[in-house]
């Protein structure tokens, strides 16, 4: 699965990070930043090791409360910052996206590039406030003010073991969050609407929830699910299985 690469948009592993932390979470919208995906996952095998060095920092996810006024402006500074990421050759902080379909124009002005965003099929309310799942990094990133001075209203595991805990999921959860599409260009003309999504059983935003910590070293348990994804090679196989730490 592709993940920081400069300036592309959306990548299948950015849209397995953020369905990762819906799941823990039960938040209406997660988003992750580029820069923050350290490592692509290849076909084949794929070991605990590996998806540590997707998200090696220990960073831990939080929610907090935004608006829909408030995640429009966010999705237009990643815009602008994808574009100075795609002259520096660099990811940044980007946002990855997930639980919303963002259709958007860069042909538009600034501020006005951001054409449609849906949350099962309804357009968002400019004044419903929505839950938001993001790393604790992110949370505080002087790009997104809007997160920064939101009060934070939950507090959950570290971004790697919630990744470990979607894998486990199996294939079909993996393939279809994998071959999403999040994030749409097109022209403001053709913009239509969303078909509705499958509505997602709501948790408590505000508790803590448990989650499943990776397995330990001394499990040589094999976990091997066949995962079809769309990789920019073609379809590929992965399986997950125990890494040795030391």
Request: one cysteine or more.
């Amino acid at each position: 699965m592709s993940g920081n690469i400069s300036g592309i948009g959306q990548t299948n592993l950015g849209n397995v990070i953020t369905d990762a932390y819906l799941l823990a979470t039960g938040a209406d919208i997660a988003f992750e930043n580029a820069g923050g995906i350290r490592a692509s996952i290849d076909a084949g095998t794929v070991t605990y090791g590996d998806v540590i060095n997707v998200s090696p920092y220990g960073n831990y996810v939080v929610t907090k409360k935004l608006t829909g006024t408030q995640i429009k402006e966010m999705l237009e500074t990643s815009l602008t910052i994808q574009k100075n990421c795609i002259v520096a050759n660099d990811s940044g902080s980007y946002l990855q996206v997930g639980g919303i379909i963002v259709r958007f124009d860069p042909a538009q002005p600034a501020g006005e590039r951001v054409l449609s965003v849906q949350k099962d099929g309804q357009e968002l309310n400019d004044t419903k406030e929505y839950t938001v799942a993001v790393n604790n990094y992110l949370a505080g990133s002087d790009s997104y003010p809007q997160l920064a001075n939101a009060a934070e209203i939950g507090e959950y595991s570290c971004c790697e073991e919630l990744l470990i805990q979607f894998f486990e999921q199996g294939s079909d959860a993996v393939t279809a969050s994998a071959t999403k599409q999040n994030m749409i260009q097109t022209t403001k003309e053709t913009v239509k609407p969303e078909q509705p999504e499958a509505v997602k059983t709501e948790q408590e935003s505000g508790t803590k929830t448990s989650v499943k910590s990776p397995k330990t070293a001394d499990s040589n348990e094999l976990f091997c699910w066949m995962i079809l994804l769309l990789l920019s090679g073609g379809a590929g196989s992965i399986c997950l299985v125990q890494g040795n730490k030391r």
